[in-house]
């Protein structure tokens, strides 16, 4: 069991005075989210899967090499966004497991997992080149 932080005891202790504040004001979680949107709590309440699934990219350890090659110190001055492979390879649910694997194993480089997107293009899991030797491939 790892041992318990100030950090953690704080952010517990912070948790139960906002919660006991909520009830003493009678807000709901919904109006306790609109007031405080920015804090965890806040985000917890009104956050949905749907309201952070976005597949802009993807960003590796390969993604972060490649841009320290090229950038040097710049790369101090990049955001994530600016870095990230904004074409990565996916594959679709219904594909076959060794389609994946081709496309995990295909140049310029060899990737470790692939995106697996819906028609819409929308995010729903993801497959692993380990997870596709562990099933036998």
Do not use: W
């Amino acid at each position: 069991m790892a041992p318990v932080t100030s950090t953690a005891i704080q952010m517990v202790f912070g948790d139960t005075v906002a919660t006991a504040l909520m009830g003493a004001r009678n807000l709901s979680k919904e109006e306790y989210a609109a007031n405080h949107p920015a804090g965890r709590i806040g985000k917890s309440l009104i956050f949905k899967v749907k309201d952070v699934i976005h597949l802009t990219g993807t960003f590796t350890d390969g993604d972060l090499r490649r841009t320290l090659k090229a950038s040097g110190e710049g790369i101090f001055k990049l955001t994530v966004g600016e870095m990230c492979n904004r074409n990565p390879r996916t594959v679709s649910p219904d594909a076959m497991a060794v389609e994946a694997m081709k496309k995990m194993e295909s140049p310029p480089s060899p990737v470790q997992f692939l995106p697996v997107i819906k028609d819409d293009n929308i995010l729903i899991g993801i497959v692993t080149l380990h997870g596709l030797v562990s099933a036998g491939l």
